[in-house]
C-alpha cells in the first residue's frame, strides 16, 4: 500500500465502558491518535462517550451518532476511526448513517502494517490477517445486494458475486497459509543449524516504540528501520553481537508489541515471534520517557506469558533516561538497567550487564593449553567468555580461565586441559 501523500482527516471515536478506567482510556485513545498519524491521517477531533456497555448495534448510542453526522459534515472528515474492533453489523450500522468511511481499530493496524512489511513473509502476514479480517464483514454487503436480484432470499445475482468472492478470499488465504509454512520450514532450519551450532541468541522485545530498533542498530551496526513510529519494524532481522570478552552472539530486533493487539494479527504474527521462543536472553526494551511506562511493561510480559516465552532469563532495559519521565519508577522484578540507546558508553555498560548475566548462565572452566594449541584458544575467544589467559613462558603454556555453555562441545574438548 502506498503512503498516502494528502493527509487524511480523521475523526476518533472512543466508549468508555465501566471496566476501563480513566487513564487507561485516555492513554488507548492517545495511543489511536499516534497510530492514526502513523498511518499518514490527520486527527481533528476525538469524541468520547461513558456507557456501561458498548451499544450492540451502534458501538455508541443514538445521541452520540447524531452527532458524529454533524461533526463530519462540518469538518468535511473523510474517514471515522473507532477504538475497538466493530463487529460486521455495527459497521454496517454506522456506514448507513454516517457520510464517511468507517474503519476500527483493528483495520488501521493493519493498514500500518501494510505499509510497513518490508520481506515476503512480512506481507504476506499482513495480506492474510487483512483477508481473516474481511470474510466475515462481506456479508453486509451481501443483504444489500441480494435486494437487486428476482429471487426469493437469496438467490439474487448480488449474492452470487458475493458467494464467488468469498471463496476467491479463501482460496487465496489457503494460498497464502502455504506460502507462509514453507518460509517457517526455511527458518525452523536455520534455527536448527543456529542451535547445532550452539550460538548463544538474544532477542530484543517490547512496546512497540520502545526504542528496539535504535538499540539493535547501534548494538550490531546494522541496517534495520528505525523511526519515530509505531510499528516501524515488522520483520524480524538477526545480527552478530560481540561483547566485551569476544564472545559472539546473534540477536533478533522483533515486531514491536502493543496492548489489545487484534487477535487475527497475533495469530498472522505469530512467527515473527518464534524467534523469541528459541532466544537464551530477553532484553525487554522499555521507554522511561513515557508516561504509560508501566502499562507497556505489563502488556508485553502478558504477551510473552501468552506465547509461553516467560521462563527465559529476561534484562529490562529501561531505555531513553536522557528523557526520562519525572514519575518514573523501575516495576521490573527482572535484573535492570538504564540507558540511552544513543551514548556509547551506556551500550557498553549494557554489553558488560549482558555478559555477566549470560556467564551467570555457563560453567566456570580453568585450563592450561599448550601453546600450539591456537585453535582451540580462538575457538575460547568466540564461543566462550574468556575472563583471563596468561602466557606462562618457563611451561610453554596459556592459562585460560572463563565460563562456557554446559553443552557447548567446546566443553566437552576442554575436559582433557582442566588445570
Not at 20 to 49: N, P, W
Not at 114 to 142: F, M, N, T
Not at 180 to 191: E, F, K, N
Amino acid at each position: 500500500m502506498e503512503q498516502k501523500e494528502t493527509r487524511e482527516k480523521a475523526i476518533l471515536v472512543g466508549c468508555q465502558t465501566v471496566v476501563d478506567d480513566d487513564v487507561r482510556f485516555q492513554y488507548s485513545m492517545e495511543e489511536l491518535g499516534s497510530l492514526t498519524e502513523t498511518a499518514q491521517g490527520e486527527v481533528l477531533i476525538a469524541v468520547t462517550q461513558k456507557r456501561d456497555r458498548i451499544h450492540p448495534a451502534t458501538y455508541i448510542g443514538k445521541g452520540k451518532v447524531e452527532e458524529l453526522q454533524a461533526l463530519v459534515e462540518e469538518l468535511e472528515a473523510e474517514i471515522v476511526i473507532f477504538n475497538d474492533e466493530l463487529s460486521p453489523s455495527q459497521k454496517r450500522n454506522l456506514a448507513a448513517q454516517i457520510p464517511a468511511r468507517i474503519i476500527d481499530r483493528t483495520q488501521l493496524i493493519l493498514d500500518i502494517f501494510a505499509q510497513r512489511a518490508r520481506s515476503k513473509e512480512g506481507k504476506l502476514q499482513v495480506e492474510l490477517a487483512q483477508l481473516q479480517y474481511i470474510l466475515p464483514r462481506l456479508a453486509g454487503q451481501g443483504t444489500a445486494l441480494s435486494r437487486l436480484g428476482g429471487g426469493i432470499g437469496t438467490r439474487g445475482p448480488g449474492e452470487t458475486k458475493l458467494e464467488s468472492d468469498r471463496r476467491h478470499i479463501r482460496r487465496r488465504i489457503d494460498d497464502i497459509k502455504g506460502q507462509l509454512s514453507v518460509i517457517v520450514q526455511h527458518r525452523d532450519r536455520y534455527r536448527e543449524r543456529r542451535k547445532k551450532n550452539k550460538v548463544f541468541q538474544v532477542a530484543i522485545v517490547g512496546y512497540t516504540n520502545a526504542g528496539k530498533s535504535t538499540l539493535f542498530n547501534r548494538l550490531s551496526e546494522a541496517e534495520s528501520y528505525e523511526e519515530n513510529q509505531l510499528f516501524a519494524t515488522l520483520d524480524p532481522m538477526t545480527r552478530k553481537l560481540v561483547l566485551p570478552s569476544g564472545f559472539t552472539t546473534l540477536i533478533t530486533d522483533t515486531v514491536g508489541f502493543i496492548q489489545d493487539l487484534p487477535t487475527s494479527l497475533i495469530a498472522a504474527f505469530r512467527s515473527t515471534l518464534e524467534e523469541v521462543k528459541e532466544a537464551d536472553l530477553l532484553l525487554h526494551v522499555v521507554d522511561m520517557s513515557n508516561p504509560d511506562y508501566f502499562q507497556h511493561e505489563q502488556t508485553v510480559n502478558k504477551l510473552l506469558a501468552d506465547l509461553d516465552i516467560k521462563d527465559i532469563p529476561q534484562l529490562t532495559v529501561y531505555n531513553k533516561r536522557d528523557i526520562q519521565h519525572p514519575d518514573f519508577v523501575p516495576t521490573a522484578s527482572t535484573p535492570s538497567i538504564f540507558i540511552s540507546a544513543f551514548k556509547s558508553e551506556d551500550r557498553q555498560s549494557l554489553k558488560v550487564k549482558m555478559e555477566k548475566l549470560i556467564a551467570e548462565m555457563m560453567e566456570p572452566y580453568e585450563v592450561n593449553l599448550p601453546a600450539d594449541e591456537g585453535k582451540i584458544i580462538s575457538q575460547l575467544k568466540n564461543d566462550t567468555i574468556l575472563n583471563e589467559i596468561t602466557f606462562m613462558e618457563e611451561s610453554q603454556i596459556y592459562r585460560c580461565k572463563g565460563y562456557s555453555l554446559k553443552d557447548h562441545q567446546i566443553t566437552g574438548q576442554l575436559q582433557k586441559y582442566k588445570a
